[in-house]
């Protein structure tokens, strides 16, 4: 998932998305390696600062958020809601028959961010994504 801007600066409509890189390095090289091995998110605002999997959970450290979702293949969801949540755990037994969970952030303001999908172990990549 990528975020982009299609901004014409006629309108207030710039800064609506766009992709955030975790790289060594600010240089054209190392950010295209960072993106081709997967090392970003999408986002409007919000911050992902941890995604991982533990014990049958997704675990979010971000930003402040109101909610956080688990999202699997096809209709599967799973949400955890609050104020201003800065660590939040979502239990991933609704997604069990997913290949892949992607989490999306969503703060106060309604603002987004998605990470890339994180591949279950034991389910291997499939091209449904």
């Known amino acids: 998932m990528i975020a ?6 006629s309108e207030p409509d710039h800064f609506g998305g766009w992709v955030m890189v975790k790289s060594d390095e600010n240089e054209p090289e190392a950010l295209l390696r960072a993106l081709k091995a997967g090392n970003f998110y ?13 014990g049958g959970k ?3 450290e971000c930003s402040a958020a109101s909610s ?7 209709t599967g969801a799973k949400a955890v809601h609050g104020h201003s949540m800065t660590r939040a755990e979502v239990p991933l037994e609704r997604l ?4 892949w969970v992607r989490v999306a952030v969503i703060d106060a303001a309604g603002k ?6 994180i591949w279950l172990e034991g389910q291997g990549k499939n091209p449904r994504v």
Request: aromatic share 8%; proline share 8%; no cysteine.
């Open 96 to 99: 069990l028959n997913s290949p």
């Open 58 to 60: 997704v675990i979010v």
């Open 112 to 117: 987004r961010a998605w990470s890339n999908p």
């Open 42 to 54: 999408s986002t409007q605002g919000p911050e992902l600062r941890d995604v991982r999997i533990e």
């Open 68 to 74: 956080v979702v688990a999202i699997g293949w096809g």
């Open 4 to 9: 982009t801007d299609d901004a014409h600066f």
